[in-house]
């Protein structure tokens, strides 16, 4: 924030943070004044996975390949404010709004099929990615996410797993045998890490708190913490592929 700023006008400055102004709308004759988003919990989580896999190795620098709108780059600055970092996505669009979110993180808009990056990374992140690339080009794009590896790079990729259906927006759904087959050409270690644990009680709980938020939305921040934290402490890791809804690949050069 400009050091020249008064109070008042740093107050609007962070208030730009979230664009606020873009909340309330009418469509189809329907005033709507909320955005809710059921699986907000969930995606929290998926990157809550990967900071994880981080915490016990040294790195000095992290390309997040697909990074969309950026968040996952703002939450790896707030853990690791000293790693240089950068997020890459095909996707103008979402690079704009990166960038106006993140105005102190970089961000290209790059396809990595069809132009490498400048230079290497120490580790390379690729969630929610591999689903919404055409099947046929998923070993070359898992090729291309190894060419931004330094020798010795490591890559966390997280991906819905096939127990859950596949959403319209996808191509496809992995299980480990499936991503193996794409990742054993590159990498000498792969761990699988199966989260996201399937429970009808959680599921449940869910529904009851709003469910995708049509009608009714619980917002008390103590019931909504108390679920975050059941979910985070016995829902986010699940311990076999067989009750996961989601699956993450550590891979080692």
Same mark, same amino acid.
């Given at each position: 924030?400009?050091?020249?700023?008064?109070?008042?006008?740093?107050?609007?400055?962070?208030? *730009?943070?979230?664009?606020?102004?873009?909340?309330?709308?009418?469509?189809?004759?329907?005033?709507?004044?909320?955005?809710?988003?059921?699986?907000?919990?969930?995606?929290?989580?998926?990157?809550?996975?990967?900071?994880?896999?981080?915490?016990?190795?040294?790195?000095?620098?992290?390309?997040?390949?697909?990074?969309?709108?950026?968040?996952?780059?703002?939450?790896?600055?707030?853990?690791?404010?000293?790693?240089?970092?950068?997020?890459?996505?095909?996707?103008?669009?979402?690079?704009?709004?990166?960038?106006?979110?993140?105005?102190?993180?970089?961000?290209?808009?790059?396809?990595?099929?069809?132009?490498?990056?400048?230079?290497?990374?120490?580790?390379?992140?690729?969630?929610?990615?591999?689903?919404?690339?055409?099947?046929?080009?998923?070993?070359?794009?898992?090729?291309?996410?190894?060419?931004?590896?330094?020798?010795?790079?490591?890559?966390?990729?997280?991906?819905?797993?096939?127990?859950?259906?596949?959403?319209?927006?996808?191509?496809?759904?992995?299980?480990?045998?499936?991503?193996?087959?794409?990742?054993?050409?590159?990498?000498?270690?792969?761990?699988?890490?199966?989260?996201?644990?399937?429970?009808?009680?959680?599921?449940?709980?869910?529904?009851?708190?709003?469910?995708?938020?049509?009608?009714?939305?619980?917002?008390?921040?103590?019931?909504?913490?108390?679920?975050?934290?059941?979910?985070?402490?016995?829902?986010? *890791?699940?311990?076999?592929?067989?009750?996961?809804?989601?699956?993450?690949?550590?891979?080692?050069?």
């Amino acid at each position: 924030m400009p050091d020249d700023y008064d109070e008042e006008q740093q107050i609007q400055e962070q208030q *730009y943070e979230h664009p606020y102004h873009y909340l309330p709308r009418v469509e189809d004759g329907r005033y709507t004044q909320t955005q809710y988003w059921s699986w907000g919990m969930h995606y929290l989580g998926g990157m809550r996975v990967v900071l994880d896999q981080l915490a016990d190795w040294s790195f000095d620098s992290v390309v997040d390949i697909g990074c969309g709108d950026g968040r996952f780059l703002r939450e790896l600055h707030d853990a690791y404010p000293a790693v240089e970092s950068l997020g890459v996505d095909y996707s103008e669009r979402s690079i704009a709004m990166a960038e106006g979110m993140n105005p102190h993180l970089d961000y290209e808009a790059r396809n990595i099929l069809e132009e490498e990056l400048d230079r290497e990374y120490d580790v390379a992140t690729c969630i929610e990615v591999l689903e919404h690339i055409p099947p046929d080009d998923c070993p070359a794009f898992v090729a291309a996410i190894v060419d931004t590896l330094a020798p010795d790079g490591r890559l966390v990729l997280t991906v819905p797993h096939v127990n859950k259906a596949v959403a319209d927006k996808h191509y496809q759904h992995f299980d480990a045998e499936r991503l193996r087959s794409l990742l054993d050409p590159h990498f000498s270690d792969i761990e699988f890490v199966p989260f996201d644990r399937q429970s009808k009680l959680f599921t449940v709980l869910e529904l009851a708190l709003g469910g995708r938020g049509n009608h009714v939305i619980v917002n008390s921040p103590p019931i909504t913490s108390r679920l975050w934290r059941l979910y985070r402490d016995r829902y986010l *890791y699940a311990s076999t592929e067989d009750d996961c809804r989601r699956i993450a690949a550590v891979c080692e050069r």
